[in-house]
């Protein structure tokens, strides 16, 4: 296929995502930076032969009507469909600018830009950031643009939360800019990462009580970091909470203004401990060990009394991540835990057989594959609960597409059964079955913004709206003789500071009435068998504001005492006049957290523990027993309870503008750069990139030159404008340009085989669509037309053609990506193109590729992986395909191995040297030494054009080739891989031996 | 050879003229004029009042680039000239008329208080690295001593031959203005910073304030402490010294007055909101003029402390307010550079700056200088002296 080489960023950049999980909310920059390199490199051969590329989609699936609001200091991009929730924002927004004015002593001289998403799902699509957003990611701050993205997750205290967050990374951000650059200091160096983060969580709220259950955990199973060693534990959640507890202690012990001290101080010195030790004026090991002893006072006096989850509950999957239990009983009498987990890289429903006491009898099974398909895209691992109805009726949430679905899964005949779609239900959550089954109550975000609870009739297909307010309701819970759900809310007076507490919504009335009241965060109801009592997760806030673990908790639904209760009304406190207590007891005292208890009929409790900071699935046995030795009885006062809360806003038209987003290009990157190339020469160039506030579109100019003259300065001149529009479905690009000069091209079938240097001149235009099929699946279809004059001397070649080439790729990848590259799954392209010269019919061929690499997890940490490829051009001038090098045929150099048609093996055993480097040696930490792996390889290839056995020892053609040897794979800082491959070559169809060789380079693992 | 001689002479000419493009110099160094200001707020009393009358509105005359940030102090003035430091370390001086660079010199690390001018000599206190202060000898272009010691990020305090400074662990030093000796110094607390500018009170007193709301009046004859206050809050801002009362401002909200001979509490202003960080006081002798963060620019009897009007603004307002006349002068950090009157609080005159102003203003007969982010000396002058 004949395209040009600035066409090497096209297809990437139109897939628009990465695969690799490893994503850091942090700056982005475009892709310019690859358009630069492939511009000045023109002795780069056609990587754009290649035509495809791999990695996952990122699908829009929406077609958002973006809007702007402009307030004071904000301007705002909702769509139309949550303009409440963005009039809620707005305020927020406001609100923690006023404040952050007084901690930073701090004005911004622009409006902000705040990008609002309604759920999480809409969040995902956004293409601000270009790769993949996981799961738990509240928001992130962009700084190139000054952008700021949040999504909104159905509950109002939590969106204020992270409204107050990001905006705490906006004042840093600018603050700490302005002072380095009014000292002349490179604005490179900034704060560390758990400064900003920990500040940010520090500035934007009371520690909650995820923050406790962190801090407990960690101090207790001993896995605190040291104040010198916080790089360790860089980007990850202990991070934020120990960052944040950082700054508490700081402005516990030497006062909040401190806080502003240290970015004031910034500039003082590249080692931030020196900052830290002239702002707080001690030693930097004296402020580390004050820090420790802070923590044991805060902490330590509760040791004596709490309980490892470990140590009180029976094991059930104890690895990697386990959570949302639930149990069936079969009709043969076999018991099985279900549970949502990542084991080994992938989320999957897990199955795991247990006796009569709930022992596990054997490893837990995968009975549903997420990750790998579109049918299971994704599960909310940390927010969506499992349901199994009386008759063995599995219900399940994952995202699938644009929106949630819930799956059935029927446990007795082992088999999918259904999945129910909710046309205005964007994220779904925590489905529960009615006692018959026949009816399914969950929590549901609409495009609004809003959670609310739904019930949906599997067999009528109705759907009924159980509320509709702002408040955030979840985890519904049907009470076992059907007439009422129990579910958890924050619609109490106290919700506006996090409070959640349960209630009941009565089917037969249609009113919610208090269960729990007060000042704690209640989740998660569950129901004894006999519908006396109410199990659930509690964290209760004291006096002090502290919150405590998170315990399992029961309270007392038996008779009037409990369903006759006060109702729970918007808008005045309770209207029965008659206050009502419950009792409320407290089963466990935990080091840190339970979460999502289910109760068996045999009256154990399944939850999942939070320990070591690991998720596992535990048992509670006994619990009638252990009811009768409760830790703590608190009664709940409902006498107290006041009228809800309402969050303020700012309302269109009175407090701020709106308008409809107009797409505007704004710079995002100037960049010149120079080249000196032995074989070129000096090559000198620049790049400016755009791009609109959305991200969703991108313009792309390109200059360079390969001139050695003043008089070839304008025949040498080479530019390019390219575009590119990621806001539909459907990626487009296309793009004009010329490219003139000399090149260095292997893949020429005309050029010199050792020095295939020439002068050409191009000019062409491109077109290319990416459409995804799915999150796993795309088709590419590019076009170019080009005019192209080549003039290759040596040879007396002189070749003028108006080249048409047209191509079409299906692209599949759902490979899992760990540190040095793919680890699981597998990854597959087919193309097909042909080239055309449509003037002088000087050129004509068609192109085949395929290739496929498949990954298969032996252990956790060591994989084997395959790759084969074959690649055909055939016809007039084809071109020649190109292998060698340390990416794909080792010990032989690059683009040693040619020819027009070719085949290609790869086989690895890819297993782990040392782990976690930096931890078992800490030495290396500073040159960010964040594995080392090896791997065991063999290759081989033949190329050849047209003969296959029609040897041309200069470019290797003719016979079968290969290497076969060991390789070692350090990676640095999470973002770099150096190669290093030591082994024997193979000629000859490996009858012949070659020389041995090394070779070091860099670059992922196929 | 005769070529190579005027090569040489060629040589130091450039060289020279280079050079002296990067030091500072001035004819009668040891004269100081009544409409010099030789120091932050032109007093070390620092109630950055200023007689002069200047008539509204006013225009820019010109506009400096200096190269780097500047700290919360004002510009000094010398003999028709500006200067200017930055926390660059740089020095920069500036012909008052045409806004010209009249050469500017290195002469710290980092510069965050202001310098000081007397005795033909300007000190310079720096906020990093070993020397403490810098002496320079305005007559011939050169540094005469450098005193190693803590960084010091206030302006420093000349008195009867000693330069005083307070540096960031709250020890008082003084060196000897002619040697650089070292000449006394005492500690005033453990563990604790200085950032508010020291006042002179009266001939031989000393106030200074620490972060931890530390107050202390200190006999400079003496070498001790006079009294000390706690005022309950941290002090940032630099105090100021009026008829009898030290008034500060804290970071938590407050404004108050001190008795200057023992240290009592004449007055405290709380505004609404503790996390309000109150600026850098002025005073007229009659009133207090203070911006805060709130946005907020009020004015306190001096007396009694009670607000006489408050006017809101949009931004945070942290840079010290000028009264110049019947004029109140002052910059926020949204850009915005304004004169209201002293007496109801009107918007006389307003401009908008290229940035952030965060530092103190200075005054000449005709205009005032402003300081504004990134880089900028901005002077303003009276529309009839524009002409």
Redesign the interface.
Known sequence: MEMSTFNIPVASYLAGAHSNPMLRISAFLPGVLFVLVALLLPAVPSWAQLGYHFGRNKIQYEDFEWQVMKTEHFEIYYYPEMQELAEHGAFFAEEAYRDLEHKFNFSLNRRVPLIFYSSNLHFKQTNVTPGFIPDGVGGFYEWLKGRVVIPANGNLHRFRRVVRHEMVHVFTFNKVIRVMRDHRRTTERFLPLWLTEGLAEYWSGPPDHQHEMIMRDALFTNYLVPLESMYRINGSFIMYKQGEALCRFFAEEYGEEKLLDLLEGAWKDRDFRIVIATTFQEEFSVISQKFQDWLKEQYYPELSDVELPSIIAGGLSTEGFSAKPNFYRFNSGERRVYFVGNLNGLSNVYSLPVDQNYSPLGEPEILIKGERNDEFESFHLFESRISVSGSGSLAFVTKSGGQDVIHVYDLEADKLTETHRFKDLVAVYSPSWNPDGSRVVFTAITQSGFSDLYVFDVESKELQQLTADTYDDRDPAWSPDGTHIAFSSDRTALGQKGAYNLFTYGLNDGQIRYVTYGDRVDFSPTWSPDGGDLAFVSSVRDDEGRYSAQDIWVADMSADASRGGSLANNDRADSTGAPTWKAMEQLTKLVSAAYDPVWTADNRLIFTSFEGLSFSIRQLDDVPKRLERPKKVQPTDLATVGTSWRYDSIALGEDAETGTYKRKYQLDIAQGSVSQNPVLGTTGGAVMAFSDMLGDDYLYLTILNTGSGTRSFLRDLSFQVARFKLNRRANIGYGAYRYSGRRYDVTDPDAPTEFPLFQETVYGGFGAISYPLSKFARLELTTSLNWTSKDINIRNVERDALLLSNSISLVRDNALYWMNGPIGGWRGSLTAGYTTDVLYANVSYYTVMADIRKYVRITQDITFASWAMARINEGREARLFVLGGSWDLRGFRWFDVRGQKMWFTSHELRFPILKAPSIMFPVLAPFGVASLRGTLFFDAAHAWNTDYYDIRPEIRAGETVGAAGIGFRLNLFGAFVFRYDIGRRYRDGFKEQDKVFRQFFFGWDF | MKNRFLDIICFALLVGSVSSCQTIQFERPNTLAESDWPTDGQKPSRSRYSPSTLALPLEMAWEYSA????GPGSPLLFQDRVLIAT??GEVHTIDLKTGNGRGFKRLAE?IEGSPLIADGLMFVPSA?GKDAVTAFDLRIGVKKWRAEGIPIETPIVYWKGLVIGVD??SNVTAFDADTGSHSWSFSLME???VRAAPVLVGDNELFVAT??GDVFLLDLEEQQVVWQQQVGA?V?ESPLWSDGALVLST?RGTVMALDDSSGHVLWQYNSK?A???MGAPASDGEAIYVGA???NIRRLNLRTGSIEWTVQL???V?AAPQVVGSHLFIG????EFYAFSCISGDVQWQTTLR??IKSAIAVTDVGVLVLS??KWVTYFVQEEANQ
Do not use: C
């Open positions: 190269n780097a940030g500047f926390r660059q980092v990093w960031v662990e563990k604790t910073a972060v931890d941290p940032y970071t909101s996390m309000t960080r963060t709130d946005g949009e931004d945070v942290t926020t950090l949204g850009r940035g952030r982010e990134p």
